[in-house]
């Protein structure tokens, strides 16, 4: 299993609900999961992955609703992707904070702001 990406998303309509959804190259396919609800699928490429894992999700919510399961909707996924998701989101930050730093030095920029 080759860690490829990370995604942070959110249900339309349902503002605070994250999911944390890990892409990975398996078998020469794409697989996308989505480690809150233990749900996966899979394509030829990122975004056919996604959209299936899209189509997989609402089924999941969908079947969730109709049985009355809402409270045991969570079903997160196991610690091993997990710990996959947060490595590889920190190899993600640390490639974009290398970015960051890159535009600084061409900028010259002298002072910094602080939020």
Not at 48 to 68: R, T, V, W
Request: one cysteine or more; a negative charge.
């Amino acid at each position: 299993m080759k860690p490829i990406k990370t995604f942070i998303g959110m249900i339309t309509n349902m503002p605070g609900l994250y999911l944390h959804i890990l892409l990975t190259e398996e078998d020469d396919v794409i697989v996308a999961r989505c480690l809150d609800f233990s749900v996966s699928s899979h394509g030829e490429n990122k975004e056919e992955a996604l959209a299936s894992l899209n189509d997989s999700i609402a089924d999941y919510l969908d079947y969730a609703l109709k049985q009355g399961a809402f409270e045991v909707i969570v079903d997160p996924e196991e610690d091993m992707f997990w710990d996959i998701f947060k490595e590889q989101q920190l190899k993600e930050e640390a490639a974009a904070m290398a970015d960051y730093v890159n535009i600084l030095k061409l900028k010259d920029i002298p002072e910094i702001n602080y939020a």
